[in-house]
């Protein structure tokens, strides 16, 4: 939203005005009074807490802040794998961090409720751009457990034991996968997931799960409990943006 300036004058002699116009233009009409030297009132900070206040109702979605090391640095590798775990398993514990950047910029999208395609890529390019996947496997984990306490017992991951067959034999992981999770994403942990399947389950839980009681301020909650152990405890002010 641009900023524009009125001919409109108030018939008053001093006064201060901040407005939208009709085109959704964000406008200020000052006094002389008012309005000093080459200065205003309505500072960049006003003008955004303007905005925000208003919200949903003009279609304005608060931009993410995110202040980010512009040194680039790969994930610590495993020096040794699991029994058993596949090839697939490998390349996607190590899907990663090595191209996660910090650069000191703040980036500034205009979003418009309705607009769903443009907030789903806009959540998507924040997460992947500035939210480590380390951290996002940390908080996809932490937001399964709260929404299913005990899936390892009701959904497991690895499909559970077929009734009648031999010990040992675990069955398909998409039979037991709960109802609430994404059709598109494998029945599979985060830290097993590659990077876009990842994303795309934890913005599913963010965005979808109202229905099953799942908020945003409980989700906020179980993301802050997270915020400790995330290699850079900032970065949950992300997912505290996208679930505003």
Known sequence: MTNSRSSFRPPYAHFAMIYLDCDRKLGIVESS???????????PEVRQNFLEILGERIGYHA??????????????????????????????EQDTDSKDLH???IEMVPLRIGDTEKVIAYYEDALKKHFQQLNCRMVAKAFIKFIEPRKQVRH????????????????????????WWPPGVMHK????????CRIE???????????????????????????????????VEIIYEILR
């Open 33 to 43: 009074s008012v309005r000093g030297q080459n200065s205003t009132l309505f500072t």
């Open 156 to 179: 497991p991951y690895n499909g559970g034991k077929p009734p009648g067959s031999d010990p040992g034999t675990t069955g398909d992981p998409e039979n037991t996968k709960p109802e």
């Open 63 to 92: 931009p993410i802040r995110q202040t980010i090391d512009i040194s680039p640095y790969r994930v610590k590798r495993r020096k040794g794998n699991p029994p058993g775990s596949s090839v697939n398993d490998r390349l996607n």
């Open 103 to 105: 650069s000191g910029s």
């Open 201 to 235: 389950l934890l913005l599913h839980i963010i965005r979808k799960l109202g229905s099953y009681g799942i908020t945003a301020k409980k989700l906020k909650d179980v993301a802050g409990d997270t915020k400790r152990s995330l290699r850079h405890p900032s970065d």
């Open 189 to 196: 942990e985060p830290d097993h997931l590659r990077k876009e």
